[in-house]
RNA sequence: CGGGGUGUAGCUCAGUCUGGUAGAGUGCUUGCUUUGGGAGCAAGAUGUCGAAGGUUCGAAUCCUUUCGCCCCGACCA
């Protein structure tokens, strides 16, 4: 069998030049090493580097899923509407869920994600309560209309994924399962070379969902915002974060109400500049329609200086917030720009714990062109509801030990979901327990985006010239160069030949470059290619019977004898390959041991 | 879906305002020279100027419609 090994052989250019309109670092380097293709938007063709890493990081999951007792299958991509009619998604989802028909005008849809196939599948083998707990797992490709694709591979619409999936008869299963995933999760992320992803807490859903957490590469160009502490381990997704909210005036007396004209202030901006005070002494307000639960619009009222997170706010009125329209604000005599909670007619007062201890505010009169000061929410609304709605932003605290906040942004590369009956339920998954009675199993889920997961490395580990892949997903192992000779002397490639053979027969995964083009040119390409170890023979090394390596992450060098190349070659790897095990361990560890501690 | 940008050679772009019939660099092909960080010289190939319609003697250029792609936002099972 023959592998192609050679650079000149190898389809896909590599570019000097940054292609037009990319922004990320990854995209940049994974279309300039000629390791993916764009075909249309959010959609790649994959090339033959590309193609290695992502065989290699599938393998590297496979042996850790499978090591959490995960059984590898595999389920369709296309499949029939039925299936998420059965789970009401084909209802509640809508643009990005493709819908098409067959020949024979059978509705059918392509898969986002595997959760109904898994228990369609899962439902008739598993009947008894001998057969859980289990857990099934697959790397498959899901189609989601995404509304953005973005980022090269970081938001695409088609995209393989492993996605498992694992069945259980309690919480106290499923939780165990859950940790295991976990722990799992850890030193697959180490592995491939990223030990720094962090799990952060996150929204599940507003249905059903009690648990989820979201593994976070944290860098700059990622597109969600991850809320940490400075100093304890509390970290959690910008979209379910808490902080401790600074008052900004609580240790003041309660001044009576007094209304005053306020012509032409509709935004908080307008109103603190026309007062001369800073936002967060203004109670804002912000109308949202009545919720098919409850018939009164809803008034969200928060500090200024703070906006809504419609995430947690959904949480509490158990409904996705819309923003209120015209006929919203005539019903409920609500007047628009001057709105607020006082003396409302026919709405809910949803009030923010950062209103909580301020006092003597300024707030709409819910009347045109006028304002109250020294509104103070416990006396003006009596029957506000407090809660948590706004969204935590910077210089606010820690809510488990206090210390500072820091927000970050991060590409989710990871996902891990405490699921329940969400799907076995209304799929009328059941088994037979040990009494003879149907009951209905829950389930976890558990994601990552290998393509995601490939150009998140990029994203963490790059330098001007290229990618640097840990050797534990580099598309090979080492590369060796050959200077082409001054003279017609075909020695160098004759002994670079023999190098390259000798290396392959090791076991040593090589790409040649015996091109006839300057030496530039080839060390600029095998750092796009971001391979780990490189070895160069020239007439100037051999002339010493020596060949030169470099290490492409720290480039250090230094010369070798070229009959030790290949034991040096292979003692390397495996040190390196050791150590990120290694790290990989010492991150599992850390995890298992916080945990312990929470416990 | 809202806002912004952009479509001209494989890639990066000029030309568009002021209409006159297609350009540069890089890449590619061939030859010679060169060879330790994207070499030099010479010769050559490559375009429905995103698409459709319109105005005009004449459209990459003006007008209308439309599509693609990128970025910000909304959305994100």
Known sequence: MRYF??????????????????????HELLLRGGYIRPVASGIFSILLPGQKILKKIENIVRQEINNVGGQEVEMPLVQPKELWQESGRYAAIN???VRLKDRNERGMVLAMTHEEAAVALARTEATSYKDFPFSIYQFAKKFRDEARPRGGLIRVREFTMKDAYSFHRDQESLNKSYSEYASAYDRIFARVGIPEVISV??????????????????TPSGEDTIITCT?????????????NIEPKNADVDVLPLEKVHTPNTKTIEEVAKFLGVDTSRIAKAVVYKPTKKDSRAVIVMLRGDREVNENKLAKVLLATPEFADDSVFEASKIVPGFASGYKACNARVIVDESLRNEKNLIAGANEQDYHFKNFNVPRDIPEAEFYDISVVQDGDR????????????????????????????????????????LQVPIMGCYGIGIGRLMASVVEAKHDDRGPIWPVS????????????????????????????????SAGID?????????????????DLLGIPLQFVISQRTLEQGKAEWKIRATGEKGLIDLDKVVSMAQNWILSENQKIMEIAKSVQDNTINTFKQKK
């Open 201 to 218: 807490k996150s929204d599940s859903g507003m249905m059903g969902g009690n648990v989820s957490h979201e593994y976070m590469l944290l």
């Open 95 to 97: 643009d990005e869920l």
């Open 231 to 243: 100093k304890c381990a509390y970290r959690a997704n910008k979209e379910v974060a808490t902080a």
């Open 473 to 504: 997903i580099a598309p090979w192992d080492v590369s060796l160069i050959a200077l082409m000779p001054k003279t017609n002397d075909d020695s160098t490639v004759k002994s670079a030949e023999k190098l390259y053979h000798e290396l392959q």
């Open 510 to 526: 090589v790409l040649l470059d015996d091109r006839n083009t300057s030496a530039g040119e080839k060390f600029a390409d095998i």
């Open 398 to 437: 820690c809510p488990e030990c206090g210390a500072q906040i820091k927000i970050n942004r991060g590409i989710e590369v990871g996902n891990i979901f405490q699921l329940g009956d969400k799907y076995t339920k209304p799929m009328k998954m059941t088994y037979t327990d040990e009494n003879g009675a």
């Open 5 to 26: 090994m050679k650079i000149n052989e190898l389809l896909g250019k590599r570019y000097k030049e940054k292609p037009n309109d990319v922004k990320l670092k990854s």
